[in-house]
């Protein structure tokens, strides 16, 4: 019997606590950012930090590092570089609570590819998901941008981000059918951490203090993605094995009133009304989506 029919209390609580720890590290990403950080440089230090756990809960359980196959392996990482790459390019120009909600459209990626890439069948309520999810995308970041043409590249990033990061998830289904999910994550971290080490550095980059932050805020700044990146992980790991996912995903909604209040409490921004309507579509392409899966046998 599932874990999750005895213990749905305990996986929305996880849940909720990724989901909070997210939204943090979203928000110590964009300071970061603002800090004048690059993006090689946030990947990096978002990721390798966390090596050292990731091997050496490896090696507790008995487990190599080598994996069965390695070619999903390899492709799950590309794909999750790409999401990551685009998710923390956004956020120099969007808001944590514009990128959340953009985010929110992967559920709907997922639903339209899963038919493709995982043998699932597509229901009609999917293109119904699609076209709210996409209403409330254009509904949330035009509003509060006085340039439409400046809007334009960042919504795509965000976009970019969630449809890159929905193929990762579904290559993390395929991979964790033969690989530890210790092993597929401490692949990918070490596969982004070389990539943005190489990359960053014959750009110029990691040859001192990024941007303008100080030694202070720049510690701050490293703890803080790496650890609240890490938290996030692992709680919504556990969540997703202590409940049903329909209702672990639902706890997912909540980054949005998370995210607005991260917005006006470290940033002084405060969303206009367009930007709660856009958030409300997109809820109500999330419970679509739901819905279509709650009619599942």
């Not at 997210?22 to 300071?31: E, G, N, T």
């Amino acid at each position: 019997m599932r874990p999750a029919e005895h213990r749905p209390v305990r996986s929305v609580l996880l849940m909720l606590g990724a989901t909070t720890a997210f939204v943090a590290m979203q928000s110590v990403i964009k300071w970061a950012r603002g800090d004048g950080m690059d993006t090689t440089e946030v990947m990096f230090y978002r990721t390798a930090p966390g090596l050292p756990y990731l091997w050496w809960s490896l090696r507790r359980r008995g487990q190599g590092l080598f994996p069965e196959e390695p070619v999903d392996v390899l492709v799950r990482s590309i794909l999750g570089t790409f999401a990551m790459g685009t998710n923390f390019t956004a956020l120099a120009w969007l808001s944590v609570a514009q990128f959340c909600t953009l985010n929110l459209m992967q559920p709907v990626f997922v639903a339209l590819a899963s038919p493709f890439v995982l043998g699932e069948r597509l229901r009609k309520n999917t293109w119904l998901a699609l076209v709210l999810a996409f209403a409330g995308a254009l509904v949330l970041v035009l509003p509060g941008v006085e340039s439409r043409a400046v809007a334009v590249l960042p919504a795509a990033l965000g976009l970019s981000s969630a449809l890159f990061s929905a193929f990762a998830q579904m290559w993390v289904r395929k991979t964790t059918a033969t690989e530890p999910a210790e092993r597929v994550v401490f692949h990918f971290a070490a596969f982004v951490s070389v990539l943005a080490l190489v990359f960053g550095a014959s750009r110029g980059h990691f040859r001192g203090l990024p941007g303008h932050a100080s030694a202070g805020s720049f510690v701050l700044q490293v703890v803080g993605m790496a650890g609240f990146g890490t938290l996030g992980q692992v709680l919504m790991t556990n969540a997703y094995s202590a409940g049903e996912a329909s209702l672990v995903s639902l706890v997912s909604y909540s980054s949005i009133l998370l995210s607005l209040a991260a917005d006006v409490l470290f940033f002084g921004l405060v969303p206009p009304p367009g930007a709660l309507a856009g958030a409300a579509l997109m809820v109500v392409a999330g419970f679509v989506l739901l819905g279509k899966r709650g009619g599942r046998g």
